[in-house]
């Protein structure tokens, strides 16, 4: 133990002991605690006045002796050098006396207060200490009484009445506020093991319960009661708390390394205990039970939150009959989504989106085909908004129309752009998405034509893409959709091809020039042979099908090298350019037709 002195051997004539020693015998001149230095028999006068154990204390060389003492004294100091620390410490309870003294000594501090508590011989002893320097000692050092008061049965007396106002009388399970103690406690302490530190609030009710206690009485109510708690407790596991938290109301503390999943299972449990009906004397009771559950994690929220958070989970499951899940972040997603909203509508009103245009490479060639349009939000209060965050946000708001709409008029005027920019019309395409919601809300063909007209731009240099997605929601509107951008001579491109439920030969009615390989596919496709067989049947069908094949996400050189061989036409990904802004697109297709025509 730091700061623990060895212990120091002294000579029979010298009363001091050296406290970090375990003394053999205490004798009895040692007990009358006088001392070389000290005017005899002045201290022990007054200690033996004392009623409690009291003891003058004085520090030599580092350490700490015992000047002299008490007969009550003497026997705290056999009582505790023998004993060991209490099994569940707490704070400001101290096991060494020592340690405290020592602090005096260098803190110089004017008092202390603390209590000891150990295991003595007769269980759990309790003592109230306090130290203090005399004043006037009549010698050059410093000296401190130690006086200790015994609090044990004040304390147990304490504890037991705690121990009553935290539990539940009838069924001896913790109520409401020891529950929360107990959880604050598992809550506080140090798990060192991540699994643990997900942990789960269930909240029981039992519907109708107060029907039963009319009908049957109060006594047949706490029977019920006993029985619920008996049998929910016998489906929980070790280190699981169970306590009564109201009248009809139970709850349980657990941690769930598995989640949501850990949680159904045990509510599952909990259901299959109530199968069976309930004998109340010539009675059967069904006893139905409405579950309802908060999962926290370490960081989030403290134990009584999490609690409240269960009930109100619970009230909804009284109504809906199902197992309810409170989720914190529920709320956070709603009122994050309105924020969102909110300012994207702004930013689309003030035009402060971007787009950003990633390069489409022929992979036989390496040329550039063209670039895809992605749109791009840096809001001043949001920061960099991804569009996988606010496109679903301008799906489900209609926003995404105008959105939309901004996306075509932006891109075929940037690729105007950049044709005045270099003297004559590039040999590049321009790729911009649609959202399936677009298609359905807005009139699309003429937004299109619109966007052509005002920009000058060929439809044959548009490629307007789709998500699967698109084509299940209305087929018809789909078609005629379609019909309408190939009268323009837009070219269709199929995005993300493979995630979603559509299948190669539902494609084939329509007029769908590109298949867009989704980046799931290409991820892993290295050494991954069954990745590989799937990309060679989607290029291959394509190609029975008429339509070229466009791999996405292609972030390294074996990967283009490799889809080339495939056959796959072209490729977009971080391997040949993240998506880049206007000018730096421009830029970039200068380089590379340079290179390319080297
Ligand atoms: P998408 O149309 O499939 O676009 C490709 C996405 O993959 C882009 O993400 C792009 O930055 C990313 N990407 C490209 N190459 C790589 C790569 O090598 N590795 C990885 N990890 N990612 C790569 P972004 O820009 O975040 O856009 C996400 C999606 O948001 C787009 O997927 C598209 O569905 C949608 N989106 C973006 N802009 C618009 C728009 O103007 N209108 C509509 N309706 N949707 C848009
Ligand atoms: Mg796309
Ligand atoms: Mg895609």
Known sequence: MPGRMTARAKGSADDSVATNARPATHSADQRAGTHPDAPAGEYAALLRALPYPAALIHQ???????????????????????????????????????ERAEAMFQSHRPSDRFEMEFQGQLGTRVYGCSLSWVEGNGISESLLLLAATDRTSERKAESTLRKELLTDSLTSLPNRTGFVEQMEFQLDSPKGDVQRSHYAVIALDLVRFSRINESLGAMAGDELIITVARRVKSVLRAGDILARIGGNEFAIFS???HGLSEVLQIAERIRKV?????????????????????????????????????????????????????????LREALKRFTVENRLREAIETGTLELAFQPLINLQDESVKGFEALARW??????QVSPTEFIPVAEESGLIVPLGRWALC??????????RRHGEQLPITMNVNLSPVQMVRDNVPRAVEEALRYSGIDGKRLTIELTESALISDPDKTRQLLAALQAMHVTVAMDDFGTGFSNLASLQALPIDVL??????????????????LIRAII???????????????????????????????????????????????DYWVARNRETRI
Not at 63 to 90: D, H, K, T, Y
Not at 278 to 303: F, H, K, M, N, P
Request: glycine fraction near 8%.
């Open 410 to 419: 932006e891109c075929t005027q940037t690729l105007a752009n950049w044709d």
């Open 60 to 98: 030599r060389a580092n350490m700490i002796e015992i000047l002299a003492q008490n007969e009550e004294f003497s026997q705290f100091f056999e009582e505790v050098e023998g004993a060991q620390p209490a099994i569940e410490r707490r704070a400001n309870r101290q096991f060494d006396w020592r």
């Open 378 to 383: 840096n809001d001043p209060v949001l920061g």
């Open 540 to 586: 291959s069908l394509a190609g029975a099908l008429g339509m070229k094949t466009t791999a996405e996400g292609i972030e390294e050189k074996a990967m283009a090298a490799q889809l080339a061989d495939l056959g796959c036409h072209f490729g977009q990904g971080y391997f040949f350019a993240k998506p880049l802004t206007s000018a730096e697109a421009y």
């Open 516 to 533: 867009k390989i989704d980046r799931s596919f290409v991820k892993d496709m290295i050494g991954d042979k069954d990745k590989v067989a």
């Open 255 to 257: 941690h769930v390394g």
């Open 274 to 330: 109530f199968e069976s009906p309930i004998r109340l004397s010539t009675y059967l009771i069904s006893v139905e039970v409405a579950v309802g559950c908060a999962l926290g994690q370490e960081t989030e929220g403290d134990a009584e939150n999490l609690l409240r958070q269960a009930q109100a989970a619970v009230k909804r499951a009284k109504r809906s009959g199902a197992l309810e899940v409170y989720r914190a972040h529920v």
